[in-house]
């Protein structure tokens, strides 16, 4: 399946008054220069949908991890996003456009997050690798 849930319940780390985000950890696999689309579904912990609608997301793909390491990295695509109706359901679509996806065909690896907005407060959700495969037909 092409859908990713996220129970907030599960991903909160009480620690007294504060709490983070941990994120799940997600490898996903996909042609170079095809269309690719995800669903991402926020459930809490009855499995009721997250109202999302006030909420905004980042989800980009980058040539390695950025750590003080490597201060620079390279990006390489940008998922558009979208709610799938309204936001109230906990629904967003991302979706990875065929021209944006071509420029994965230099790379065997890369690295994905998705980081969602609310205010000034920055939370991300999934990250993890991305395998790619290069298609035959151009």
Not at 12 to 33: H, K, N, S, W
Not at 85 to 93: F, L, R, V, Y
Not at 109 to 127: I, K
Request: one cysteine or more.
């Amino acid at each position: 399946s092409n859908n990713l849930i996220v129970n907030t319940d599960d991903l909160l780390d009480r620690q007294g008054a504060d709490m983070a985000l941990v994120p799940q950890i997600e490898t996903i696999e996909f042609y170079a220069g095809d269309t690719h689309v995800r669903v991402i579904e926020m459930l809490d912990l009855n499995d009721n949908p997250v109202d999302v609608s006030g909420k905004s997301f980042d989800c980009e793909i980058r040539s390695r991890l950025n750590d003080e390491a490597t201060p620079t990295d390279t990006l390489i695509a940008t998922f558009d996003w979208a709610f799938v109706t309204d936001g109230t359901d906990g629904k967003i679509e991302l979706t990875l456009r065929a021209e944006e996806s071509i420029a994965l065909r230099g790379f065997r690896r890369a690295y994905w997050d998705l980081e969602m907005t609310t205010g000034t407060t920055v939370q991300t959700l999934f990250r993890g690798n991305i395998n790619i495969v290069r298609d035959v037909s151009e």
